[in-house]
């Protein structure tokens, strides 16, 4: 097999879903500070990211009443897949050694999920908690191919409606972007 194309962060920022692959009711979302997500995810040792090459994410939300929706999908390329191999690795072994842990004051429940294959390894969890008195539903996959993760969370507070279904969709149609676009067969 070859090896992949590595991107740039502009090419990489094509492969990612535009708004236009959202549910009418979405806007973009502005970026957020990842120093805020230390403690995410049993404390998933993301450190390692800095080893990224290059990088791009996006994200959408939606709010209705006092619910609220909102989609991030990210990609992050390293100089092989190796590396990409063990961060994702490093992913699945924080899911598979923690069922809750605290941030923010808030308590999250931890639960792998099992996730159609997409890509060469798939890792996906839920994380629940109530925060300030709302539900809160945090769904994660995190797909390996090549040298890359693509990273999408899907995240509902009040009654939104499950995001499992459009979040599978949004990943497999990066995946399969990127895909294309690095000339992995």
Same mark, same amino acid.
Do not use: W
């Given at each position: 097999?070859?090896?992949?194309?590595?991107?740039?962060?502009a090419?990489?920022?094509?492969?990612?879903?535009?708004?236009g692959?959202?549910?009418a009711?979405?806007?973009?979302s502005?970026?957020?500070d990842?120093?805020?997500?230390? #403690?995410?995810?049993?404390g998933a040792d993301?450190?390692?990211?800095? %080893?990224?090459?290059?990088?791009?994410?996006?994200?959408y939300?939606? %709010? %209705? @009443?006092?619910?609220?929706q909102?989609?991030?999908v990210?990609?992050?390329?390293?100089?092989?897949p190796?590396?990409?191999?063990?961060?994702? /690795?490093?992913f699945?072994?924080?899911?598979? &050694?923690c069922? &809750?842990?605290t #941030?923010?004051?808030?308590?999250y429940t931890? /639960?792998?999920?099992s996730?159609? /294959?997409?890509?060469d390894d798939?890792?996906? !969890?839920r994380?629940?908690a &109530?925060? !300030?008195?709302?539900?809160v539903?945090?769904?994660?996959?995190?797909? /390996?191919?090549?040298? #890359?993760?693509v990273?999408?969370?899907?995240?509902?507070i @009040?009654?939104?409606h499950?995001t499992?279904?459009?979040?599978?969709?949004?990943?497999e149609e990066?995946?399969?972007?990127y895909e294309?676009?690095?000339s992995? #067969?």
């Amino acid at each position: 097999m070859p090896e992949a194309q590595q991107l740039t962060e502009a090419e990489l920022e094509d492969t990612l879903p535009t708004l236009g692959d959202m549910p009418a009711i979405f806007s973009p979302s502005k970026a957020e500070d990842d120093s805020e997500h230390k #403690s995410f995810l049993c404390g998933a040792d993301v450190e390692h990211f800095d %080893q990224r090459n290059a990088e791009a994410s996006v994200g959408y939300v939606a %709010q %209705q @009443g006092l619910s609220a929706q909102q989609f991030t999908v990210g990609i992050s390329q390293f100089d092989s897949p190796e590396v990409a191999a063990e961060q994702i /690795r490093a992913f699945g072994d924080a899911i598979d &050694k923690c069922n &809750k842990y605290t #941030s923010g004051g808030d308590t999250y429940t931890v /639960r792998p999920m099992s996730a159609v /294959r997409i890509g060469d390894d798939t890792v996906a !969890a839920r994380v629940t908690a &109530k925060s !300030a008195g709302f539900a809160v539903a945090v769904n994660v996959i995190m797909v /390996r191919t090549g040298p #890359s993760l693509v990273a999408s969370l899907s995240a509902t507070i @009040g009654l939104a409606h499950s995001t499992i279904d459009d979040l599978v969709r949004l990943t497999e149609e990066t995946v399969n972007r990127y895909e294309a676009a690095a000339s992995i #067969s």
